[in-house]
């Protein structure tokens, strides 16, 4: 044991996407470097999409500027189409992700673009990426399970990955988007993508919407991932279910990973007063699924 | 895959034992009732523990007379000590259950009794129930972590669970009471008492408390174990967190398992009008790790 495990927090985009109160950008950036601060190797710090359709990414441009001299952590953005690369290059961005998802509906019931539209305008902004010598990251949404179409068949999403490494994608990061993923479905989909890529070309991002994210997470591991995304706070998820249907909580992974031996280089106490941080600037009731007495005594 | 998992239910024991709200015999029959039609296998039914110490536990004995027709699950009742053995023997309990801790402080501060002295007890109970022809089961309690120990010696766990067998258990549960075990720990521990034992003799008791119960389920599942303790709304562990430390969902592990392809034969949608009927006969806010949206709507 004591193998190294990357985390890769997305709590400043997954997480504050959608809630309730939008952050300014002075707190989004405040979080930011908290989490630096906390030993986080890499944070998914907003995303270029259009400030109307999400407001609460508007002005990512000016926190990626505003970063620029960070070093010891990987700073990503997430980028939707080549409007929004050329933004982030603009911007300065150093590290982009694309997010395709696996099926025919969820792509076009998002984006109201084909899944063969998508990955083609995936593979252009990687291709584009690295012509510009940026690192790229490529997820693979609905991975496990699509909510208009059921399970996804594990060729397909072998496929899209194979496709999305052919453009430049560095990494490939299996998404259970919806929280759908179970053990037994997250060790046959990353054995056959570890058989074909290499577990180090691999990462994973779970949901918690059934509990199971953690679960995900162990099985992952003995397939021989060590590259997860994860939430400060469990924020996110399911507006219907406030607080309780969020990724997977940076704080709940971390610590089971220093329990079981593996090294995250990652400070728990600074990570739970950054959930503190959070609730406060949220003004909600956050955190991940740990006891949270066990958090305030740690 | 398709293979069976059984499961224990202890709600009306351990979930019901530190409620804020006394359940009367009736409702505490009634819910039994309700787990027996749902299709669980075996129910911990209760304690024959002084009704002084655990008011909420008075009348066991009637609930074990009343159920003696049950033929379709497998009613267990915990036994402290031999005038409990005997009170049992009176109300007709055909399983018995010994809860001996794993470590020589837990005993002392729990039940005023020495290590040693804890296991001969609890050897002399099952002595007897064999004796008696009735089926049995131990538990080894704090089986990876002692509140006032830290780390068990799994060498320790399984010296004691050898005694046990030797006197007669028919069954070792392995149980995290403190809800502090994690995957790697798990497996250690289970692959020695399998290697030792045999995974036929084993079940675990997994408390969620670092919400890692059911990555520990899928630890013990791939060592081989096919039987698990849970507990109905994720009800019980520790009093300062209410709803947030309890016993691992029977829901949660149903649902988990019947997604990973094993069966267990037991009615999710039951399980979840259990759990209603728990928040109204304990006025409180219960239920698994499941995002509740998703039970509702199954």
Known sequence: MNEYVYINEVGPRDGLQNQKTILDIDSRTELIHQLIKAGIPGIEIGSFVSPKAVPAMAGTDEIVKSLENIKNCDLSVLIPNMKGYELACDAGAKIISVVPSATETMNQKNINMSLEETIKNSCKILQAAKADNLCTRAYVSVAWECPYEGLVDSNQVLEIAYKLIDSGADEIILAD??????????????????DQFGADQLSAHFHDTRAMALSNVCAALYEGIRKFDACIAGLGGCPFA??????????????????????TNIDLNKLNSIVDFCAEKLDANVGGRMTPWLRKTN
């Open 242 to 263: 406030p607080g309780a249907a969020g990724n997977l909580a940076t704080e709940d992974i971390c610590n089971m990973l220093e329990q079981m031996g593996y090294q």
């Open 177 to 194: 988007t919806i929280g759908a993923a179970n053990p037994a479905g997250v060790s046959k989909l990353v054995k056959q993508c570890v």
